[in-house]
């Protein structure tokens, strides 16, 4: 499957991956995104040009991370154990899958992050009615705050998708770092993840 082909379900799996519960991806109601410029389509080059991270910022929490490139920006709301929670996704794709963070209006310690973690790989499944699973799950601490580590892996239409999350617990938001992309692409798309968690702070 090609790049070009590929783009716009990635970033639609993506969101699906981010969102905790209750969104679904390309419904009008659930999100509100502005126009985003062309996905940059890359074919067979000798070396890939240089890519531009840019800093990009939660205008309500503050939050900011760089990313490769100008976000694509989706909003919705979302409903967990019963109560409205807003969140909104910043991710771009790239050649080798997609890339981006989320932030939930919620405290992230008020539900254990291994429940999170089952809220994600949940709500992929009801919005693509594919399964998500999880490996390599660990604790670990992000500036001081508690987070949760996880490699992701799905079967699609023959292409295996591969990724990683980590799920933060900071006092007044649940924040999400995420990668997903073939499973080919494995490699690179760890050093984005990586790349994407060295550059997110959270006030």
Same mark, same amino acid.
């Given at each position: 499957?090609?790049?070009?082909?590929?783009?716009?379900?990635?970033?639609?799996? /993506?969101? #699906?991956?981010?969102?905790?519960?209750? =969104?679904v991806?390309?419904?009008? @109601?659930?999100?509100?995104?502005?126009?985003?410029?062309?996905?940059?389509h890359?074919?067979?080059?000798?070396?890939?040009?240089?890519? %531009?991270?840019?800093? @990009? @910022?939660?205008?309500?929490?503050?939050?900011t991370? %760089? !990313?490769?490139?100008?976000?694509?920006?989706?909003?919705?709301?979302v /409903?967990?154990?019963?109560?409205?929670?807003?969140a909104?996704?910043?991710?771009?794709?790239?050649?080798d899958?997609?890339?981006?963070?989320?932030?939930?209006?919620?405290? =992230?310690?008020?539900?254990?992050?291994?429940?999170?973690?089952?809220?994600?790989?949940?709500?992929?499944?009801?919005?693509?009615?594919?399964? &998500?699973? #999880?490996?390599?799950?660990?604790?670990?601490?992000?500036?001081?705050?508690?987070? !949760? $580590?996880?490699? !992701?892996? #799905?079967?699609?239409?023959? %292409?295996?998708?591969?990724g990683?999350?980590? &799920?933060?617990?900071?006092?007044?938001? +649940?924040v999400?770092? !995420?990668?997903? =992309?073939?499973?080919?692409?494995?490699?690179?798309?760890?050093?984005?993840?990586?790349?994407l968690?060295? $550059? +997110?702070?959270?006030?």
């Amino acid at each position: 499957m090609t790049h070009r082909s590929r783009t716009p379900r990635l970033v639609t799996l /993506s969101v #699906s991956v981010v969102l905790i519960a209750g =969104g679904v991806p390309g419904s009008a @109601t659930a999100f509100a995104a502005p126009s985003a410029p062309a996905p940059l389509h890359v074919t067979a080059l000798p070396a890939a040009p240089a890519v %531009e991270w840019v800093e @990009t @910022t939660d205008p309500p929490s503050g939050i900011t991370a %760089e !990313l490769p490139g100008k976000a694509t920006v989706r909003k919705a709301t979302v /409903s967990i154990e019963g109560k409205e929670v807003d969140a909104r996704v910043y991710l771009v794709d790239t050649p080798d899958g997609a890339v981006g963070f989320a932030v939930h209006d919620m405290p =992230g310690d008020q539900y254990p992050l291994e429940d999170n973690l089952q809220r994600v790989l949940e709500s992929y499944m009801q919005n693509t009615a594919e399964p &998500l699973t #999880s490996s390599n799950v660990h604790k670990v601490t992000f500036d001081g705050r508690p987070a !949760l $580590d996880a490699r !992701l892996t #799905s079967e699609t239409d023959g %292409e295996p998708l591969a990724g990683f999350i980590r &799920l933060i617990a900071d006092d007044t938001h +649940l924040v999400q770092a !995420l990668t997903l =992309g073939p499973k080919t692409h494995e490699k690179a798309l760890k050093a984005l993840h990586e790349r994407l968690l060295n $550059d +997110l702070r959270i006030p």
